[in-house]
């Protein structure tokens, strides 16, 4: 059973503190990806990386960074937080070989930014 | 650019109507075109997958076609239950470039018994 793991489930922040979300996976899969999602918009890409120790820009990477120590593990950083950040991040990870190509997605993670 | 559009916000059926929720898209190439679905307190998850090779997908009782001439992609059940309440997701998938996908802003269900 695929599994993704998302910590912390819920968080409470302020405007300019620092926040890091933490992914982890246990499918063996390569890719992996932080998306962040908001009523009306489904879910957007913030970044992505396709193997440890790199990491690519989605499609609003803007106000993110991303980290991946290892093949488990994927973090999403905020270095200055802002209101507009407050939505729902979901981390996921895909296989990079086979027909599937389905992406596993965690359970999220809740971010209020005050 | 890659995007998709879903024009249906919102539906709401009685269980065993007829559920039809369709989508179109914008893209280059030759796409893979899924259908994920997330239930309250979840992250979505994968309920079909339709490639340009064979046009249509199946599972769970739902069917989805897709028509390259139209650029539409359609999501159909024959008869609904109230378990299917749960929003849908029309998605775009680029597989040659690292599986990322393109989401549109969900169509969310509800049905009442």
């Known amino acids: 059973e695929a599994a993704v793991t998302q910590s912390p489930r819920s968080k409470v922040a302020v405007t300019g503190g620092k926040v890091t979300l933490s992914c982890h996976q246990t499918?063996?899969?390569?890719?992996m990806y932080w998306y962040r999602q908001d009523t009306g918009h489904g879910l957007r890409l913030i970044h992505y990386?396709?193997?440890?120790?790199?990491?690519e820009k989605g499609d609003i990477p803007d106000g993110y960074k991303a980290s991946r120590p290892s093949q488990e593990n994927f973090s999403l950083i905020l270095e200055l937080a802002s209101l507009s950040q407050t939505a729902v991040y979901f981390c996921?990870?895909?296989?990079?070989?086979?027909?599937?190509?389905?992406?596993?997605f965690g359970p999220g993670t809740r971010l209020t930014v005050l | 650019g890659n995007s998709v559009t879903q024009m249906q916000g919102q539906v709401t059926l009685s269980e065993e109507e007829f559920l039809f929720i369709n989508c179109t898209y914008s893209t280059t190439g030759y796409p893979t075109l899924f259908w994920y679905v997330q239930y309250p307190g979840e992250g979505p998850q994968l309920l079909l997958k339709v490639t340009t090779a064979n046009n249509k997908g199946s599972s769970r009782g739902f069917e989805a076609t897709y028509d390259k001439g139209t650029t539409s992609f359609h999501l159909q059940k024959a008869s609904v239950q109230e378990s299917d309440s749960a929003v849908y997701y029309c998605?775009?998938?680029?597989?040659?470039?690292?599986?990322?996908?393109?989401f549109g802003s969900g169509t969310k269900l509800t049905v009442e018994p």
């Open positions: 499918n063996n899969h390569d890719y």
């Open positions: 996921a990870s895909s296989r990079d070989w086979g027909s599937s190509y389905e992406q596993y």
């Open positions: 990386s396709y193997v440890a120790d790199s990491t």
């Open positions: 998605v775009l998938g680029r597989m040659s470039n690292y599986n990322v996908l393109y």
